[in-house]
């Protein structure tokens, strides 16, 4: 059974940073493509970011480009997301997911798995 883990969330002032951290257990995390989710209250969940399977592409929502990087390390089977110069309307809670498609896409119906979620929030 594959289980994703994340942890890092927390509260921050806005202009801050967190780090989240996914790891994935009971599969095979090399073969997955990665990416972070977030859900605000009342919104619909949306994508953040995107990466392959080796880690030479990644894919960004607009709002977060220059500010987010998704990373991971395939030997200790873990997805980062490094949030820097964060805003209030960063608040979300924040999902780790996985996907078996070989590229990197935005549609969560193609992301098997998914993670319990973080809270990141970010005070003004």
């Known amino acids: 059974q594959v289980q994703l883990v994340e942890s890092g969330g927390g509260l921050v002032q806005a202009a801050g940073s967190l780090r989240l951290s996914c790891k994935v257990s009971g599969g095979t995390f090399w073969s997955y493509t990665m990416a972070w989710f977030r859900q605000a209250p009342g919104k619909e969940r949306e994508f953040v970011a995107g990466i392959s399977r080796n880690g030479d592409v990644t894919k960004y929502e607009d709002s977060v480009k220059g500010r987010f990087t998704i990373s991971r390390d395939n030997r200790k089977n873990t997805v980062y997301l490094q949030m820097n110069s964060l805003k209030p309307e960063d608040t979300a809670v924040y999902y780790c997911?996985?996907?078996?498609?070989?590229?990197?896409?935005?549609?969560?119906?193609?992301?098997?798995?998914w993670g319990q979620g973080t809270q990141v929030t970010v005070s003004s």
């Open positions: 997911a996985a996907s078996l498609m070989f590229s990197v896409v935005t549609a969560q119906q193609t992301y098997a798995y």
